[in-house]
């Protein structure tokens, strides 16, 4: 998956609008749609506030993969996690038994 789409998913998973975000970068709406759309990208130290204010690394968004490390988490795993965060204490207890349940 490309930077644009990365970037699109995590905006949409975190149901963060355009306009918001390219304000939190301090970037014009049509720059970030650039990056978004166009296949442009940004200099490195836009990338690495993306990766803060996203929470996720400068390695997933440029998608680096390092052979000696174990496999980076996808998309649809975020999404899990950002789910699993909205739980309450007693629905995510629920869910880490039945992975754990699973896993066995």
Known sequence: MDF?????????I???RH??????LGISPSTLNGYLN???QP??????????ILGVTTDY???YT???QSQQISVKELNMLSKLRELDKTGRNVIFY?????HL
Request: without cysteine; glycine residues 4%; aromatic residues 4%.
């Open 61 to 63: 968004l440029l998608d």
């Open 14 to 16: 975190r149901n963060i």
């Open 66 to 68: 390092n052979p000696s």
């Open 43 to 52: 200099d490195f130290e836009l990338v690495k506030k993306i990766a803060s």
């Open 38 to 40: 166009s296949g442009r």
């Open 19 to 24: 306009k918001d975000f390219a304000a939190l």
């Open 4 to 12: 644009g789409s990365k970037l699109k998913t995590l905006l949409e």
């Open 98 to 102: 039945l992975v754990e349940k699973l």
